[in-house]
Each structure stands twice: as structure tokens, then as C-alpha cells.
């Protein structure tokens, strides 16, 4: 699973790293919302779960703006305000769940694994129903933008490229 850590706590950056790394999750910590954007440009079609601090956000904008760039984003908030408006706020503004502070490793880890299935799920209806997404094997090709993954890690392709792998990928019994 791929997280995103959004935090302006360094000490609880390095702890929420730690616990998702401890399950063997690709972790990239993000310094703000504009590193943040520049990390989704290449993931815009993979699910991807984003963890922030709600401490960290200039405003719920963000959160709603997020949503629209990526669309298999999943948004985790941690906050530390215990009031129920503050909740309906994120939930409103296009957060998928939020975890009020302090809170148990385990339930990050549930509540982040939940999200990934259902972004995850998302993705895979698309994908039956689109005719310009197409997966094979570990790949997966986006004739929309020319865009190829293997293993949910973008590749940096031009068009001939992808569409040269896409053919070789398509046909290899037959080559």
C-alpha cells in the first residue's frame, strides 16, 4: 500500500513512518501541499492512502481539492479537537475518515487498510467498465493519457514506448 504522511509534527511524522513501515507499507512523507500534489502527479490512477494532521492543513479546501486531482486518494485525518463540528467539517469537506487523538496503532492500521480496499475497489469498477484502462499482469495502461504502471509504480514512458510495450506485453505467447 502506498501511504503519504501530510504532518508538521516531525516527532508524530517519524512515529505514524514507523508504524507503516512496520508492516511493510511504501512510505513518502510530504512537506506541504504543493510537495503533496507533485507526488500524486504520478499516482493519479493508483489507490494511495494520505494520512494528515488536520494541524497541517491551511484549510479544509485542501481536502476537497485533493479529492478532484486524485481520485483514488484515500483521506485519513488525524485531529486532535474532540468536537463533533470540527468532525462533520472534514467528513464534509471530502475526508474518508478521521482518528481523534491519542489513538491505537492498530486502529490507524484498520481504518487505513479499509480505506485502500475500498479506493482499491473503486479503481477496479472503473476499470470494467472504461475501455481506455486496460491491466495485464502487473501492468497497467491508461490509453487516455499514455500513461503504463507495473506493479503500481508509474513508468516514464513516450507514446511509441507505451504503446510498443503494450503490444509486446499483449502478444508475447505469440513473439
Known amino acids: 500500500m502506498q501511504v503519504l504522511i501530510w504532518e508538521n509534527n516531525r516527532l508524530q511524522e517519524r512515529n505514524l513512518q514507523h508504524i507503516f513501515e512496520g508492516k511493510r507499507h511504501k512510505v513518502q512523507l510530504c512537506t506541504g501541499y504543493l510537495d503533496l500534489r507533485t507526488k500524486l502527479r504520478t499516482r493519479m490512477h493508483t489507490p494511495a492512502l494520505l494520512v494528515v494532521n488536520t494541524k497541517a492543513l491551511g484549510s479544509l479546501q485542501q481536502i476537497y481539492h485533493l479529492h478532484r486531482y486524485a481520485p483514488y486518494l484515500s483521506i485519513l ?13 472534514l467528513l464534509n469537506a471530502g475526508a474518508d475518515a478521521y482518528l481523534p487523538q491519542p489513538f491505537v496503532p492498530e486502529m490507524l492500521l484498520a481504518q487505513s487498510h479499509a480505506l485502500y480496499r475500498h479506493s482499491t475497489r473503486l479503481l477496479q469498477a472503473k476499470l470494467e467498465k472504461s475501455n481506455t ?16 504502471q507495473y506493479q503500481h509504480e508509474p513508468l516514464n514512458l513516450n507514446k511509441r514506448e507505451f504503446l510498443l510495450l503494450h503490444y509486446l506485453i499483449k502478444h508475447a505467447e505469440s513473439i
Not at 485525518?77 to 467539517?89: E, K, R, T, V
Not at 501492468?139 to 499514455?146: G, I, K, L, N
Request: proline share 0%; net charge negative.
Open 133 to 148: 484502462l486496460e491491466v495485464l499482469g502487473d501492468f497497467r495502461f491508461d490509453f487516455d493519457q499514455y500513461s503504463a
Open 77 to 89: 485525518a488525524i485531529c486532535s479537537q474532540q468536537d463533533n463540528d470540527s468532525h462533520l467539517s
